[in-house]
Nanobody
Framework: QLQLVESGGGLVQAGGSLRLSCAAS????????MGWFRQAPGKEREFVAA????????SYAGSLKDRFTISRDNAKNTVYLQMSSLKPEDTAIYSC??????????????????WGQGTQVTVSS
């Protein structure tokens, strides 16, 4: 069974950067399309970014594309989310997710079948 563990969250000032990591174990990460989602207090979970098994195809929430970059290192069984120019509204719990079934990457949370516990990102103004 695939297990996902996020790390790299923390407290950062507005305008700063963070790199989140999602380490996989139990299965080969290259079998999965991967996604990042976030959920802020009192809000619904929202799509952040996704990356295909090979890493050649990526997708972003429109408002985040210029500031966030998703990448993966299948040899290290890890997916990354580089976040820059962070804003207070980026404060949320960030979770990675895995999709083994589909070929195209998806932004729909219900189409992912494996989730990590999440890592807290707090951006102060």
């Amino acid at each position: 069974q695939l297990q996902l563990v996020e790390s790299g969250g923390g407290l950062v000032q507005a305008g700063g950067s963070l790199r989140l990591s999602c380490a996989a174990s139990g299965r080969t990460l290259s079998d999965y399309n991967m996604g990042w989602f976030r959920q802020a207090p009192g809000k619904e979970r929202e799509f952040v970014a996704a990356i295909s098994r090979s890493g050649l195809s990526t997708s972003y929430a429109g408002s985040l594309k210029d500031r966030f970059t998703i990448s993966r290192d299948n040899a290290k069984n890890t997916v990354y989310l580089q976040m820059s120019s962070l804003k207070p509204e980026d404060t949320a719990i960030y979770s990675c997710a895995a999709d083994r079934k589909r070929i195209p990457i998806t932004a729909r949370a219900y189409e992912y079948d494996g989730w990590g516990q999440g890592t807290q990102v707090t951006v102060s103004s």
